[in-house]
């Protein structure tokens, strides 16, 4: 079989396998999804508790009628049966109808009333300054008062009325109360109203017929910031059928968007983020993140603490930053968005909420990326923290939600959680990601690594152009906005494949005499020089090197030409008279496919060139660096890199900043004796070297 359909059979095999696997994961993702939401809506839904404060309006689905066991408990107090008692109804409208005519009588008076509404006062439950504002209204408004308190008067006395319950809507009305004050005159006039009643069914019957009230659908059971009460619970469970249903379809309406989300975020790494696409690892990865977060917003929203519901984008926020530092900012946006919607919308909360989740969640896009160090993360949440702060108070003053500083803290928790949850959880994703965090790049160019270690010892020349590489290509890249220490990582693993011949290269080869070279044929030195690419492949996955490191390897070198043996040849296939193929010396590549590696590869043979050059004026250094990028950019070997032609002369003014500063001139002191040259060496600052030949020290 021919090499190449043998090669191409391989490629497309191992594409049907990972898009078989991207298919797995993707289903995994999106039934997982299914299964956090199917339990937390459908299998074990939020039930409240007295006192809880609910963060969104709850609807009735059904008409239907509820049992106020409240109302019940009072008219069966410890187990005896009681009725409410009629005449104390009519006691009370009689008392309300007779107050507004002794009101209306103090107005006729021509004299200061201070006397005459304390003696009302003293004759009725009103307080003195209800009364006094009263006589401040117009007959008219004074009329639809005393109507409107009359309705609400009775509807109130048609319910069991304990002396308890008389006593906590009378706290109510008091002075601080937030009532209108035709709410609050009515309550003034309410009476115990509950008899004790022969225990018989007709009783039992009566006393549940009382005690029965209708919903009707649509009817809102509790507001927005409002706290949960038995009524409220009473209501809930009457209306539970339909709530059943209602959870059916928002797990439904759920899933679909789920499966819109989906699709977007497939079509943004497909077109734009193909590394990411192609890698089935990562797409575990992102399933595993994204279904714990979910699952963990979800658990922080049904906690039963008042006010939790400002700590629920911890979860998300999480993920989001470890999107946006380990894998893509777009991606991370994207996501953030699509889990904020979903989290929101599964825990019901209102407009004013879901913004507070948006914003909160998707912040961290913002100011992080994949160069983010752990401090700046750190600091991040202090960041995260304020905003969420900020973002609570806005979320008060548009609601009419009671004030807590609870809510802050939990707001403020919740962002500096965030952060430090995607910093304990970074190392063990990094642990099953081949994804390159400023950690782990941190930990790779240490100088104590085994590889690093090795072509310091075996290989020194080598060691030291990667160095100076290194420095060039950090300082390149973060000119253009590219990963400067991912570059700096790559340019000093490139040329590890050295190190299993070190002394047939250059810049290891102390003695030009000594050069192995000068007695082999061209062919054979390509051969042994371009061995590195695979050598360095080798031994960079053997010491488990990220993919993104190692691609600096082959990537560096790209397709280009080998310049001196190719010329060596050419010159004696002309002696010869033999047949000659120019791409019989040329690297296999991959050209650079990003601009971190493109611009290493400039760097390596600017690098190259200058060290050679016998003077390194800023002017001859400028030229060199410019005329090399130029001839890479002409043979097209920059054309996969995604470098544009500003980002080419940023390299350039970067490459000559380093390079003059590298092989800068210095002092040539004169042969110089006595007392002259201990002058000299003293205005030197040091001990003064005899220079020969115009060499510099």
Known sequence: MPKDTKSKRTKNAIANGGALWRALWGLAFFLGVLAVLYVHIVVWPVRFTPGQVVPYDIIAPMATEYLDTTELAALQAEGKASIIDTRVKENALLNLSAFFPDLRAIRLEESEPTQQVEELAAEYPVPSDVIALLLTYSDEDLADIESYAGEVLSN???????????????????????????????????????????????VQEYINALVTHKISKGEIILGAGNIVTQVTLDKLTAVEEGMVKQRMYKFFGLALLQLALMLVWYVHLWFYKRKIFSNPSIWGQLTTVLVLALTASLLIGRLPFKYIHYAAPLATAAAVILIVTMYDAILASYVGLGLAVVAALALNYNSNLTIYMLISTTYPVVFLNQRSSTRSLALFGLNLGLLNLVLALAVFLFSVETFSWWSLSYAVLAGIAAATVALGATPLLETFSSQLTPAKLQALINPEMPLLKRLLEEAPGTYMHSMVMSSMSEEACNSIGANGLLAKVGAMYHDIGKLKRPGFYAENIGNPENNPHRHLPPESSFNIIVQHIQDGVEMARKAGLPPGVIAFIPEHHGTTLMKYFLEKARKRSEAEGVAFNPDHFRYAGPDPRSKETAVVMLADSCEARVRAMDTFTEEDVRATVRENIQEKERNGHLDDSCLTIGDLHAVEEAFTSVLVNLHHSRLKYPEQTGTDARNAESQAGGTASPQKNGEST
């Open 156 to 202: 109130y006395m048609q319910t069991p009325m304990s002396a308890e319950k008389v006593s906590q809507l009378r706290d109510q009305a008091g002075e601080k109360s937030s009532l209108m004050l035709r709410d609050r005159l009515p309550i003034f006039f309410l009476k115990e109203n509950i008899t004790e009643a022969p225990d018989v069914p007709e």
